[in-house]
C-alpha cells in the first residue's frame, strides 16, 4: 500500500509538473499567433489513451501512454518529435520559424518561467497557511553517521561555522558544506573550539550519505501517553533519562540499541528531574521503546500574513534555485562523484512521505518545479536551454543556425538525455540492490 501511494504520488506531481511547463511554452506561443498542433501530457509514442481535437482548433490535446514526460508540439520547430517534413516547405506566418528571435526566445523560456512561477505560489501558500518551520542550529549539537565520524565530527559536536558562515538551520548543515564545497567547519567540543577540515575528495561520498548529521537530542521527556505502557511509571514532563540499566544515555539516539536488546523486558532508567537523580523502573514494549514522546530543542516557527508571505515565497524560490544550481555543478564536476548521486523517479518516489500530508507533498511539488525549470535550462540541445542558446546566439550575431544544423543538434541532444536518464536508472538500481 506504501509503495503504491508513493507511485500514485510521483505520477500526480509529474503530471502537474509536466502540465504547467508545457502549459508556459502554449500561452506564450498562442500570444505570439504560433500554431500549437498537439499539447500532450506523457509522450504518444505510436498511441495516445486519450486524445480530441476541439471544433475550430489547429491543437490536439492527449494523453500518452510514457510517463517520461509531456510535450507542447508548435508548427515549424525543430523539437523532440524530429518531424521536419513541414520546414521542407516555406515557413508560414503562423509558424515558430518565422517569427522575430525575441518572440521565439519567450516561447522558449516560457516552461522554465512558469515552473519558478509556480514554485512561487506554493511557497506563498504554504507560509501563509502554514507558516515556517525549522530547526535552528544555534544551541543544538550533532549526532554523526559513520562518514561524519571518519571526517572528524563527534557526537555532541555544536557547528558553529562552516567556514566563516554561521549557519541558521540545522537541517541545511550537511547540504552547506556540500554546496559551497566548504574548506573547514569550525565546532564546539567539551568547552574547546576546533577547526575540522575537509577533504574535498569526499564530496561524493557526503552526496550520498544520508543523515550525516542528526539532531543530537538529550533523552528529555516531554509526555506519556496514558496508552503508554509506563503511564503509571511516576515519570514526568522534563525528566532526562541518563542512563539505562547503568548504560550512559547521552541522547536519545543512544537509547535504541540499548532498548532494542531490552524489547518486552522490565528496565531500571537513572533519571535527573531538578537538582535529584532517581532511580525509576520502566517497562521496554515489545517495540524496543518506552512509549514517550521526548521533545525536540530550537524549532523555530515564523508566522506570515498573506501579504509577508509574497516576499517570503519569492526569497525561498531563488534561494532553492541557487542551492540546486550548486548542486548541478558539483555533478558536473567529475572530480567529486556527484553525478553517482543523479536520481531518477525511483529517487524522486521515495521523498514522498509514506501517508498523504498535503503540506509536505507541497513543499516536494515546488522543490520538483524548481529543479524542472533548471534542468530544462541545461544548454542541452534537446532542452529548452539549447533553444534558447542557439536563439541568443542568433541575436547577437543576427546569424540563424540552419534548420540541418537544429536537426543534428537535436539528435546529439537526445542521446544526451537518454545517457543521462540510463545514469540516473543505473545509479537508483544500484542504491536498491545494495
Known amino acids: 500500500m506504501i509503495v503504491i501511494l508513493k507511485i500514485l504520488q510521483v505520477l500526480l506531481a509529474l503530471s502537474i509538473l509536466i502540465l504547467i511547463h508545457e502549459l508556459g511554452h502554449f500561452c506564450f506561443a498562442k500570444l505570439f499567433k504560433i500554431r500549437v498542433e498537439k499539447f500532450y501530457l506523457f509522450f504518444d509514442v505510436k498511441f495516445a489513451l486519450f486524445k480530441f481535437k476541439p471544433k475550430n482548433s489547429d491543437t490536439e490535446y492527449g494523453i500518452g501512454w510514457l510517463p517520461l514526460g509531456g510535450y507542447c508540439k508548435i508548427a515549424g520547430m525543430i523539437d523532440e518529435s524530429m518531424d521536419t517534413e513541414a520546414l521542407k516547405s516555406e515557413p508560414k506566418p503562423w509558424e515558430f520559424r518565422s517569427k522575430p528571435a525575441w518572440q521565439r526566445l519567450l516561447v522558449m523560456a516560457g516552461g522554465v518561467l512558469f515552473n519558478f512561477i509556480f514554485a512561487i505560489l506554493v511557497y506563498i501558500g504554504l507560509m501563509a497557511g502554514w507558516g515556517e518551520s525549522y530547526i535552528s542550529n544555534e544551541g543544538n549539537s550533532i549526532y554523526v553517521n559513520e562518514l561524519a565520524y571518519d571526517m572528524g565530527f563527534r557526537n555532541g559536536d555544536r557547528i558553529l561555522k562552516i567556514d566563516d558562515t554561521e549557519p541558521e538551520r540545522f537541517e541545511m548543515l550537511q547540504a552547506d558544506m556540500i554546496r559551497k564545497t566548504a574548506d573547514k567547519a569550525t565546532v564546539l567540543r567539551d568547552g574547546d573550539t576546533l577547526d575540522i577540515y575537509i577533504d574535498h575528495s569526499k564530496i561524493g561520498d557526503m552526496l550520498n550519505s544520508a543523515g550525516m548529521f542528526s539532531l543530537a537530542m538529550p533523552f528529555v521527556i516531554d509526555t506519556v ?15 532526562r533519562i ?3 540499566d547503568g548504560m550512559e544515555v547521552d541522547y536519545v539516539q543512544d537509547s535504541k540499541k540499548i532498548l532494542q536488546e531490552k524489547a518486552g523486558t522490565g528496565i531500571t532508567a537513572e533519571i ?3 537538582a535529584d537523580t532517581l532511580a525509576m523502573p520502566l517497562q521496554v514494549d515489545t517495540s524496543g521503546l518506552l512509549g514517550v ?55 524522486i518516489g521515495q521523498i514522498f512521505p509514506e501517508a498523504w500530508d498535503w503540506y509536505r507533498f507541497l513543499n516536494i511539488l515546488a522543490l520538483l518545479s524548481i529543479m524542472l525549470g533548471v534542468m530544462n535550462l541545461l544548454p542541452i540541445p534537446a532542452l529548452d536551454g539549447g533553444h534558447i542558446v542557439f536563439t541568443i546566439y542568433e541575436m547577437i550575431t543576427g546569424k540563424k543556425p540552419s534548420d540541418r544544423f537544429l536537426a543534428g543538434a537535436q539528435v546529439v541532444g537526445m542521446i544526451l538525455l537518454i545517457a543521462i536518464m540510463i545514469l540516473a536508472f543505473g545509479n537508483d538500481i544500484g542504491r536498491l540492490l545494495k
Open 272 to 274: 535527573v528531574r531538578g
Open 293 to 347: 514522546y521526548t521533545r525536540i530543542p530550537g524549532i523555530k516557527t515564523k508566522e506570515y500574513s498573506l501579504l509577508s508571505a509574497i516576499p517570503a515565497g519569492i526569497k525561498h524560490t531563488f534561494s532553492t534555485i541557487g542551492g540546486y544550481v550548486q548542486d548541478l555543478k558539483l555533478v558536473f564536476t567529475p572530480s567529486t562523484e556527484a553525478y553517482k548521486s543523479v536520481g531518477s523517479f525511483i529517487a
Open 225 to 239: 501517553p496514558a496508552t503508554s505502557v509506563n503511564s503509571g511509571s511516576g515519570l514526568h514532563g522534563g525528566d
Open 242 to 244: 541518563i542512563a539505562i
